[in-house]
Structures are given as structure tokens and as C-alpha cells.
């Protein structure tokens, strides 16, 4: 799996979710942002990591009893133990949120490994619990269902669809109060330094509206002087 640097992974906790989606855009990526999940607290910290993923087929029922927990390499559970430090574990569930895809037992478990984060297009059992844990959690919607009723595990770190998003193992992934966004693992680096800087330049449009000022010639910076109020500005903010 391709390793995030720290200067990648700091860069990318500084900014948003939308700025990143712009910057993807740009290069014609339009279907990154992972639909219909969001995070299980209203405080969680800015998500970044690299994806490790778990994808679920409909369960049958004559495979997807409760014994299967006796296996060691149960994909679910092996997933949990083998999703690396600093990475988010990212699970395919069809979009079907009627059973949980993971509770909180599972979720501290990723905490307390040092994972980023964890990701489903389904839903989370026991969610009000997850979300006082800290660790930055997104679902569709709490299900209390275990996920041996629809979900049935049946394989890790391999291409996946996840809210209608294509990830792949590698791929970062980004997620703050909007939602979740995957980044190509190939375009980290630069849409990292992009977003950095398209960041400064939205706050300092930001505070100019706030003071009153119109956007014609500001956002855009099609007007040469905002190119020059913006540069007294970095260098006031140290930005």
C-alpha cells in the first residue's frame, strides 16, 4: 500500500473536503465523494488515510451463520487486525444500511490500533456509542442488525464501490463535516499542495466578504489588484 507522507497527510487535515472535490474536478474526476454517508458525531476530527478495504456480497444463509466467527480469517474480523496504523478501513455494503457493517466493539478495536478512520456505506450498530469514542466514523445511518443477517464478508484490500464512489486500496481518503472524498493514491502528493494552497486564498476571500467587499474580480481573482491584496495578506497571516 502506497505510504502517505507527513507532509501529504498535514497538508490534507487543513483543508476541506470541497476544496479537494474542486481540485479533482479540475482533472475531470467528478464521482469521488462518497454519497450518503456522514459522520456518527457532530465534533470528529478532520479524517486522512490511506484506504484499506472490506467488501460484503448479500448474505446466503447456509454460509453466514454466527459460527463463521470461529474463523480467524473471517474477512470482517481480519480486516479489523490487519487494516494498518494511520490508514482508514473503507467497507463496501451496497448501500444497504438495513444491518449494521460493523459496531462499536469492532470500532475501538481500529481506535486503539492507531487506524484513521472507518467508512461504510452502510450502517453502524450501536452508534451513539462510536461516536463518543473520538475516532472519525461515517455511516449511512445507525442499524442495530447484526451484519451476519444481510452482509456477507468475503474479501479484503481490493477494488470496491462505496457510495457510489470507485476506491482503491491505497487511495486516500478524505472525510470532514461534508462527507468523504477518495483521492486517487497517484494524485495525493499535488492535490495536496493545490488544496493547501487554494485554501489560503478562500480564507483570505472569505475575510474580504466578510468585510463587505464584492466578489467580481475577487473569486475569481480576475482583477490584478486581488492577485496583490492577497499577497500583502500571506505575508500579514504567515501564510
Known amino acids: 500500500m502506497p505510504k502517505l507522507s507527513d507532509a501529504t497527510r498535514n497538508k490534507l487535515k487543513s483543508v476541506s473536503t470541497?476544496?479537494?472535490?474542486?481540485?479533482?474536478?479540475?482533472?475531470?474526476?467528478?464521482?469521488?465523494?462518497?454519497?450518503?454517508?456522514?459522520?456518527?458525531?457532530?465534533?470528529?476530527?478532520?479524517?486522512?488515510?490511506e484506504a484499506f478495504t472490506l467488501r460484503y456480497m448479500p448474505a446466503r444463509e447456509d454460509l453466514n451463520t454466527i459460527d463463521v466467527f470461529k474463523d480467524r480469517s473471517h474477512p470482517q474480523?481480519?480486516?479489523?487486525?490487519?487494516?494498518?496504523?494511520?490508514?482508514v478501513l473503507v467497507m463496501d455494503s451496497r448501500k444497504d444500511a438495513r444491518?449494521?457493517?460493523?459496531?462499536?466493539i469492532l470500532v475501538t478495536r481500529l481506535m486503539?490500533?492507531?487506524?484513521?478512520?472507518?467508512?461504510?456505506?452502510?450502517?453502524?450498530?450501536?452508534?451513539?456509542?462510536?461516536?463518543?469514542?473520538g475516532i472519525p466514523a461515517y455511516h449511512h445511518r445507525p442499524s442495530a442488525p447484526t451484519n451476519l443477517t444481510l452482509h456477507q464478508a468475503i474479501e479484503i484490500n481490493v477494488p470496491i464501490g462505496?457510495?457510489?464512489a470507485p476506491v482503491f486500496p491505497g487511495d486516500v481518503i478524505l472525510g470532514d463535516a461534508d462527507?468523504?472524498?477518495?483521492?486517487?493514491?497517484?494524485?495525493?502528493?499535488?492535490?495536496?499542495?493545490?488544496?493547501?494552497?487554494?485554501?489560503?486564498?478562500?480564507?483570505?476571500?472569505?475575510?474580504?466578504?466578510?468585510?463587505?467587499?464584492g466578489i467580481f474580480g475577487l473569486y475569481p481573482a480576475t482583477d490584478p489588484q486581488t492577485l496583490t491584496d492577497f499577497a500583502e495578506w500571506r505575508k500579514k497571516n504567515g501564510r
Open 99 to 104: 444491518a449494521a457493517s460493523a459496531g462499536a
Open 77 to 87: 474480523r481480519k480486516a479489523v487486525e490487519d487494516c494498518p496504523v494511520g490508514a
Open 162 to 164: 462505496c457510495g457510489d
Open 112 to 133: 486503539k490500533r492507531g487506524v484513521a478512520g472507518v467508512v461504510t456505506d452502510g450502517g453502524f450498530r450501536d452508534s451513539a456509542e462510536i461516536a463518543r469514542l
Open 18 to 49: 470541497a476544496t479537494v472535490a474542486t481540485a479533482l474536478f479540475k482533472r475531470g474526476l467528478r464521482i469521488q465523494m462518497i454519497q450518503d454517508v456522514h459522520p456518527v458525531g457532530p465534533d470528529q476530527p478532520t479524517m486522512v488515510g
Open 179 to 213: 462527507g468523504v472524498i477518495v483521492i486517487p493514491a497517484h494524485l495525493a502528493d499535488e492535490i495536496a499542495s493545490e488544496t493547501f494552497e487554494m485554501t489560503a486564498f478562500e480564507d483570505f476571500v472569505t475575510e474580504e466578504v466578510g468585510k463587505g467587499r
